[in-house]
């Protein structure tokens, strides 16, 4: 079984407009509403895949119930803890020609006291994980080593953890000696504070993440693919999408696929790179179901450390 954690969940709103003029009324073309949060995503795969996997989810207000509500209705095994402040709406505004503006809000303080209540959710649903996987930024004045006292907690236990997060929690996360890290380019860049322009620099930067404690970098590069970077061995693939409708919740479907392939090798970057291809195919950010997901189409080829990487997305 697979446990996430969201302690910054999101309602995910993409608008669709046909073109983004700012200072305008902009009328929509359509309008969707997703559950979000990077760990939610991970269990909204997983379930799409019929993958065991229970999702901590704090909620807040009359969004954190909506939340709920549609993370009911898609059947997600959940433990959900009750806090004072109101779940965040994060927008997503989807241009035709694929472009894509995101507007994530901050979230709302949690207390120490429901800090306790979550970790306490979080270490009776762990009793069964083989992973544990901490998602997504940290609401304001959460503590940035939450991540990391995870980490040590249920690595001294044999239970093994992803962390996808950025600045001071993913610095702190590393220091606990996490099994993997999920970062994408910019997360690779702001980390090591390296321009990644190529291939090589990817490399170099998963591995100074290697040396700052974590064991495997899957590090997501947006339309080129990604690299798996482990003890001695670097792999790299990619996937092409016929019809790219929505990057949103790509790295999150990747992070799924892997772990579901058994988190290690080249049959788990294979099945990572199908679901990340996959999602990147649905609009908002929807999660592939089997039908979605072509693995004849991903492409693993020889790390080449003068390749260019192109404009990063979101
Ligand atoms: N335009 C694209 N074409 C093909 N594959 C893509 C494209 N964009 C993303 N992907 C796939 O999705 C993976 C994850 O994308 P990205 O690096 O943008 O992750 P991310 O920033 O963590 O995403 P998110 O935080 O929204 O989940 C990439 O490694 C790649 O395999
Ligand atoms: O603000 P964070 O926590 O970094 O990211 C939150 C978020 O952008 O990540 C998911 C996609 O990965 C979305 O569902 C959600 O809106």
Redesign the pocket.
Known sequence: MILTLTLNPSLDRTIEVSSLDRGTVIRAAAARLDPGG?GV?VSRALLANDVASCAVVPYGGDEGRRLIGLLSAEGLDMVTVPVRGATRSNVTLAEPD?TIT?INEPGTALSAAELDTIAEAVLSAAHSADWVVASGSLPPEVPPDVYARLCERFSSAGIHVAV?TSGPALLAALAAGPALV??????LAEATGMPITRMGEAVEAAEKLRAAGARAVL????????ILVTDGAVRY?????DE?RS?????????AGFLAAGASGERALVE??AW??A??GLPG?RMPHPCDIHRDRVLLRPFDPSMPLGA???
């Not at 590090?219 to 990604?226: Q, V």
């Not at 693939?237 to 999408?241: L, Q």
């Not at 990057?247 to 999150?252: E, P, S």
């Open positions: 990077k995503n694929g995101k996808d999920k970062p994408n380019r910019e997360e590090a997501s590069l947006g339309a080129d693919g990604a693939g990619e996937c092409g999408v790219p990057t949103v919740g790509a790295g999150d479907a990747m992070l990572a790179l990340a291809a999602a990147v950010s990063t997305t979101l």
